[in-house]
């Protein structure tokens, strides 16, 4: 008897492994052009969630102008976030990538952003869908503080985001 459970998994992890592949491809080849034309997040049929990172506003760090724009990729573990933004860190600073649980205000760093203003993040995460925010931060350079600085930009994430 053959376990189609099994098959289908593994054709939906194939499925989001290749998908990811080809983000970060397009990414790599064209970087924020891909970026330029995204409106507010949103998710597709393919489980990719696109959309706008915005400034800080209201005491939220999100919901004022337009800084950049996001792509995540997730099957509840595995997940992909491709990000550019159109901020340059202050002199002796950098800017960091976070995924963020509002309800507990958990904090997952998603590592500095290249010169040219990207994130390219991959990992397999233990309940992706626990994460309701994409923020960008300005940090101190080789800052030792784990905690996230100064917001620059972000966007809510759909619900449910990983699922």
Do not use: R
Not at 44 to 57: D, K, R, W
Not at 86 to 107: N, R
């Amino acid at each position: 008897m053959i376990n189609h459970s099994k098959q289908q998994n593994g054709a939906m992890h194939s499925q989001t492994k290749v998908l990811g592949i080809m983000l970060a491809a397009v990414v790599a080849a064209g970087g924020a052009a891909i970026f330029s034309a995204m409106g507010a997040a949103e998710a597709t049929a393919e489980g990719i969630i696109s959309g706008t990172l915005t400034a800080p506003s209201n005491g939220d760090p999100f919901g004022g102008d337009q800084v950049g724009t996001f792509n995540v990729l997730s099957d509840g573990n595995q997940t992909s976030i491709f990000a550019h933004v159109d901020l340059a860190a202050s002199e002796g600073s950098v800017l960091e990538g976070w995924l963020v649980d509002a309800a507990t205000d958990y904090k997952l760093s998603l590592g500095e952003l290249n010169d040219d203003g990207s994130l390219i993040f991959h990992q397999d995460l233990v309940n992706a869908y626990t994460y309701n925010l994409l923020v960008i931060t300005e940090e101190p350079d080789n800052d030792t503080d784990p905690n996230a600085a100064t917001p620059v930009g972000g966007a809510p994430l759909p619900s449910p985001f990983g699922q």
